[in-house]
DNA sequence: CCATTGTATACCCGAGTGGTATAGTTTACT
DNA sequence: AGTAAACTATACCACTCGGGTATACAATGG
């Protein structure tokens, strides 16, 4: 029941590319430097958010990753969907077969656990990265007025 | 982003144990035979449920396991913590020394997460087995009158 | 004292996470 | 054209953890 790491990670990285001019467009080095992301595992990831169309990527000199979205259009389920896959709490939700009993429909538990994972999703779509700035703004209004560009999810 | 098979099995248990008689003793290869769960891994399972106060364990011959709280005051959340442990949905919300940046209060990704993981655990403690069990019991009445006691999760 | 239960510890296997290596392919620039 | 700077594809490796098993032990009732 945790994030892994590389979605974490992936926040952190269009939480970077989210606050640059738009279209902006950063080569993978710059952003593992910048992020403190071992290079070739950023590169793979870099991947995953690009195939989910979050990212888009340009190649040869001077190429890089850009958001291929507004940032408000981008939420924290996009992000760990691209990169973990299609969010479910529990395993008969993906595979009916799975449940030796086969009751899905008229398990309780299955009930209840599917309307956690509605009420979850939910949540995870009201946060979208336009709004993740706005918030790291106003810190920096409140508190020290230094550009925290660079940010982290610990 | 998914609970365990272990938490699973743990949830057709304490409602197996809620379907019955207040304080029935059952033996744990009874609840492995009813509710399909392998014996060794069951025990193992039934152990961390005991652990967290939520089943009682009667040792001898006519020994077993019962439910140690009214099913109303048992719910997913506490089933879900007493087999995997406290829910933090990301790391940094474990180890504050996880984020490379050590950023935490000033991270708009952490206190987003932080509001997610709220609403989860919040929609967690609102079902309690004694509503499930009720749901159940609701559905044989609309569908056949069968006795649904050994239920699945799936 | 013995059979029937649960308890404790330790081990095993496979899958998945986190990370690395290598050999490409595309593109801009000269 | 050629070359260097980027991304791409594939495959590999180490480690952890989930799922499951084995063995020896402790408590309890008859």
Redesign the interface.
Known sequence: ???T?AT?YS??VV?YLAALDPGAIVSAKDISTHE?VPMRFLLKTLRSLVKAGILRSYRGPDGGYALAKQPENIT?RDV?EAV?GP??????FID?????????S????????G??QR??VQ??DK?NFA???A??RQ?QGK?SGRL?V?????
């Open positions: 029941m945790q994030l790491q974490d926040f952190r939480l403190n924290l760990i973990e969010l479910y709490i529990n395993r008969c009916e077969d799975y449940c030796s009993k086969h009751w899905t008229a398990c309780p538990v299955h009930r209840a656990l309307d956690v009420k979850l949540e995870l946060h709004d993740l700035l918030h790291n810190d508190n925290l660079s940010v982290s999810t610990g």
